[in-house]
């Protein structure tokens, strides 16, 4: 049964940063490309930032230079950093794993308000 665990999430001022883990387990992780999406209220979900097995990186335009996806294959565990946050960035951040199919986690909620 595959599992992916997202924590991390919380509240932050403006500018503010946060680090988002999620934690693998039941697939092949080290061959999977692993993903954050998020889904603002009234918003569809979107890509947020992606990684593949060979650790290739992909970005929304949005979060370019603020979030950095990164991936520790020996833990399971694919991470994002979340640097100089802004009001926009709140959503829920969900954790996504792609091998021959999609998982997902449950997701983790992230606002940032002053």
């Known amino acids: 049964q595959v599992q992916l665990v997202e924590s991390g999430g919380g509240l932050v001022q403006p500018g503010g940063s946060l680090r988002l883990s999620c934690a693998a387990s039941g697939i092949i992780f080290k061959f999977s490309t692993m993903g954050w999406y998020r889904q603002a209220p009234g918003k569809q979900r979107e890509l947020v930032a992606a990684?593949?097995?060979?650790?290739?990186?992909n970005y929304a335009d949005s979060v370019k230079g603020r979030f950095t996806i990164s991936r520790d294959d020996a833990k399971n565990t694919v991470y994002l950093q979340m640097n100089s946050l802004e009001p926009e960035d709140t959503a829920v951040y969900y954790c996504n794993a792609r091998m021959m199919r999609d998982y997902w986690g449950r997701g983790t909620q992230v606002t940032i308000s002053s």
């Open positions: 990684i593949t097995s060979g650790r290739s990186t």
